[in-house]
């Protein structure tokens, strides 16, 4: 098949999102009792969430894609299995990296959970496993346009109104327990926010919007982006730290970011580019390794700017990531199975 240009560099600029984003994040607790270095963090944090959505709408967009021949036994045997061996390699080197003896978690724990980033390959393998039933979906237009309608609404905006209610209007509490009663009860999760990503990715990138409506949605973005910011700060300030309510990727407010960043990716980035290819090509690499790279760098330099560091940081982390998996890439059986 023939490459996609903007792929490369939307695989890339996620990339470089999702380290900057674990970079910021994991300063979130030494910061708790400073608001303007909280905040700096926070808006790293809020202006990279659709670093993970963009991986799986770029997987969307390659395997549901009719003319891409996918067989049971090759999605097994080939794409699955090497998710799978690669999760065990890398899942057992951060245990090993981060398990204390004698104390909680256990190390079989660590391993089988994942570490902060690793869980993701999870995700990918039930992904993947969906594959054959979401191809058939996507082959048709109208059926396609129906589940993405009731995946954003069920999946996405409806759960946004009640997280706003629960933590702005406490008072309208009940509608909440009633309607997530509802839901819990009807059982509809294979309208989950992650495939709703897989399947919107293939129909963003085999469906040609016209400029008015990508600008529309290029606003959008921009505009829950600072939502983002602006209501984890407002929740902060109410309660505290918090957990993910309005930057988890499965919301509504980094739906509308990630599309604004696919959208505006498609639209700009059509110049070939050995440097884009090649950081392309490693990015699976670059994403397992990066915590680890994080590490040993150690998480205390960032200590005077968190402005200029935090991406300086993040630079740094990017280029040292992908040198390593250059050098571990010119091995075949490590090229193959585990990066």
């Given at each position: 098949?023939?490459?996609?240009?903007?792929?490369?560099?939307?695989?890339?600029?996620?990339?470089?999102?999702?380290?900057?984003?674990?970079?910021?994040?994991?300063?979130?607790?030494?910061?708790?009792?400073?608001?303007?270095?909280?905040?700096?963090?926070?808006?790293?944090?809020?202006?990279?969430?659709?670093?993970?959505?963009?991986?799986?709408?770029?997987?969307?967009?390659?395997?549901?894609?009719?003319?891409?021949?996918?067989?049971?036994?090759?999605?097994?045997?080939?794409?699955?299995?090497?998710?799978?061996?690669?999760?065990?390699?890398?899942?057992?080197?951060?245990?090993?990296?981060?398990?204390?003896?004698?104390?909680?978690?256990?190390?079989?724990?660590?391993?089988?959970?994942?570490?902060?980033?690793?869980?993701?390959?999870?995700?990918?393998?039930?992904?993947?496993?969906?594959?054959?039933?979401?191809?058939?979906?996507?082959?048709?237009?109208?059926?396609?346009?129906?589940?993405?309608?009731?995946?954003?609404?069920?999946?996405?905006?409806?759960?946004?109104?009640?997280?706003?209610?629960?933590?702005?209007?406490?008072?309208?509490?009940?509608?909440?327990?009633?309607?997530?009663?509802?839901?819990?009860?009807?059982?509809?999760?294979?309208?989950?926010?992650?495939?709703?990503?897989?399947?919107?990715?293939?129909?963003?990138?085999?469906?040609?919007?016209?400029?008015?409506?990508?600008?529309?949605?290029?606003?959008?973005?921009?505009?829950?982006?600072?939502?983002?910011?602006?209501?984890?700060?407002?929740?902060?300030?109410?309660?505290?730290?918090?957990?993910?309510?309005?930057?988890?990727?499965?919301?509504?407010?980094?739906?509308?970011?990630?599309?604004?960043?696919?959208?505006?990716v498609k639209r700009y980035?059509?110049?070939?580019?050995?440097?884009?290819?090649?950081?392309?090509?490693?990015?699976?690499?670059?994403?397992?390794?990066?915590?680890?790279?994080?590490?040993?760098?150690?998480?205390?330099?960032?200590?005077?700017?968190?402005?200029?560091?935090?991406?300086?940081?993040?630079?740094?982390?990017?280029?040292?990531s992908y040198v390593i998996?250059?050098?571990?890439?010119?091995?075949?059986?490590?090229?193959?199975?585990?990066?």
């Amino acid at each position: 098949m023939q490459r996609t240009i903007y792929f490369d560099y939307l695989r890339v600029i996620a990339c470089f999102a999702v380290i900057i984003l674990h970079v910021s994040a994991l300063q979130y607790s030494a910061y708790v009792e400073s608001p303007f270095e909280w905040s700096v963090i926070n808006v790293y944090d809020s202006a990279t969430r659709f670093c993970v959505p963009i991986f799986i709408m770029i997987s969307g967009a390659l395997f549901l894609d009719p003319a891409r021949k996918i067989s049971l036994m090759r999605l097994y045997t080939h794409n699955i299995l090497r998710i799978v061996t690669s999760f065990l390699f890398w899942s057992f080197i951060y245990a090993c990296y981060v398990y204390t003896p004698n104390e909680p978690p256990s190390f079989i724990t660590l391993f089988l959970w994942g570490h902060v980033h690793v869980w993701f390959l999870w995700l990918i393998v039930g992904l993947y496993m969906l594959i054959p039933i979401l191809r058939t979906i996507a082959q048709n237009r109208l059926v396609m346009k129906y589940f993405l309608f009731l995946s954003v609404t069920l999946g996405f905006v409806i759960p946004f109104v009640f997280e706003f209610i629960r933590s702005f209007i406490p008072s309208l509490s009940q509608i909440v327990v009633m309607g997530e009663m509802c839901y819990e009860k009807s059982h509809i999760q294979l309208f989950s926010g992650y495939t709703s990503y897989f399947v919107l990715g293939y129909y963003l990138h085999s469906t040609q919007i016209n400029r008015k409506k990508e600008n529309i949605f290029l606003v959008l973005g921009m505009f829950a982006g600072i939502s983002i910011a602006v209501l984890t700060y407002m929740l902060f300030n109410k309660i505290g730290p918090v957990d993910e309510a309005f930057d988890n990727y499965d919301t509504l407010l980094v739906l509308l970011e990630t599309v604004a960043v696919f959208l505006f990716v498609k639209r700009y980035a059509n110049r070939e580019s050995k440097i884009v290819l090649s950081f392309s090509q490693h990015s699976f690499g670059i994403y397992l390794i990066h915590m680890l790279v994080y590490y040993m760098l150690g998480p205390d330099t960032i200590t005077v700017n968190l402005i200029m560091g935090i991406p300086l940081v993040s630079i740094w982390v990017l280029i040292a990531s992908y040198v390593i998996i250059l050098c571990l890439s010119r091995i075949p059986i490590i090229n193959r199975w585990l990066i």
